[in-house]
């Protein structure tokens, strides 16, 4: 009876760790499908991801106002959203390449401003988790099983998770989305129609950004609550990754997100358990996936067929 119980506990850590590990994931990967539905490949994600932990960390540090971080990350992920669309859209630069070098720009600077500004690693009191209390002693959270699982989580996850429906019908039910995904499968029509690409290239490469900018915050202000270098430990390329997974669909991405952050989960939880497997291992497993998840030939034939693909009006 005692393993039994046991093993409901392991099992339940796991769910509820996926699911409050999927946080980052979904914000920084809806975002970068939006960037790549219209045809931007943006690699610089964690890069921008790194910022926005950074500076949403430093404005709570420094103010205690947690929205006033989830601003902060936000206002930062745009400006690098903008450097990205200019080196890209206008100047049409090799897309892999800029957003390398936004990586890098971003890895080196949080580092730097961490030193200079921090010196240290720091905490913040974050996003406590919510637990829907009805009266003082009836909370949903201490529901057994299901409050666990579903009424123990923070704010910014069950925002990550509302942007799903927001995202599905943004993209598929609105004029804007039909923009997007039109300049991301044949601009050249949707020129001639009116529509300026580059405008919407540029609103949705920034759109991603400052989602990613939030998705770097929701690690150092309510997962984690803490900074350190390299924080974000290439999420960034997982949630570009996801976006490939999910077939650029938000349904996708979700399914996707929670598989990769529930592998995370697993292998945290080897650590912890000191169960018989090298911990590299289990270290390795998320990255694995990723690989894997890359190499899957039919998820190509939902690629937007103009991603990477600078345009010029006249040009076919």
């Not at 914000?27 to 931007?40: C, D």
């Not at 690409?197 to 920034?206: E, L, N, P, Q, W």
């Not at 759109?207 to 990613?212: F, I, N, R, W």
Request: aromatic share 10%; net charge negative; glycine share 10%.
């Amino acid at each position: 009876m005692t393993e039994e119980l046991t093993a409901l506990a392991i099992i339940l850590g796991i769910i509820h760790s996926g699911i409050r590990l999927a946080t980052p994931y979904l914000f920084a990967a809806l975002g970068e499908m939006f960037a790549q539905r219209s045809g931007v490949l943006n690699l610089g994600v964690e890069g921008i991801m790194l910022m926005g932990a950074f500076f949403g960390f430093y404005a709570v540090f420094i103010t205690g106002n947690l929205w006033l971080g989830i601003l902060a990350a936000a206002l930062v992920g745009a400006l690098m959203g903008v450097i990205m669309s200019i080196v890209s859209i206008t100047l049409q630069a090799e897309q892999g390449i800029s957003g390398i070098g936004l990586y890098m720009f971003g890895l080196g600077m949080s580092s730097l401003l961490f030193k200079t500004m921090l010196g240290t690693v720091e905490g913040v009191n974050g996003f406590p988790e919510l637990r829907f209390c009805v009266s003082e002693t009836l909370c949903l959270a201490d529901v057994p099983i299901v409050g666990e699982i579903f009424f123990s989580h923070s704010l910014l996850t069950y925002m990550a998770y509302a942007l799903v429906p927001i995202t599905l019908y943004v993209l598929f039910r609105t004029t804007w989305g039909l923009k997007i995904r039109a300049v991301g499968q044949t601009p050249a029509a949707a020129d001639s129609l009116g529509v300026s690409v580059s405008a919407v290239r540029y609103a949705s490469v920034i759109l991603g950004a400052v989602l990613a900018g939030i998705a770097g915050a929701s690690l150092s202000i309510s997962l984690l609550d803490i900074f350190q270098e390299n924080l974000t430990n290439g999420m960034g390329f997982i949630a570009v990754a996801l976006v490939y997974f999910g077939s650029w669909h938000p349904i996708g991405i979700l399914l996707g997100a929670l598989l990769f952050s529930s592998i995370n989960a697993l292998q945290l939880w080897v650590q912890v358990l000191d169960l018989p497997i090298p911990s590299d291992v289990a270290v390795m497993l998320p990255y694995v996936l990723t690989i894997v998840a890359l190499a899957l030939p039919f998820r190509r034939s939902a690629q937007p067929s103009a991603l990477t693909r600078p345009f010029t009006r006249g040009e076919n």
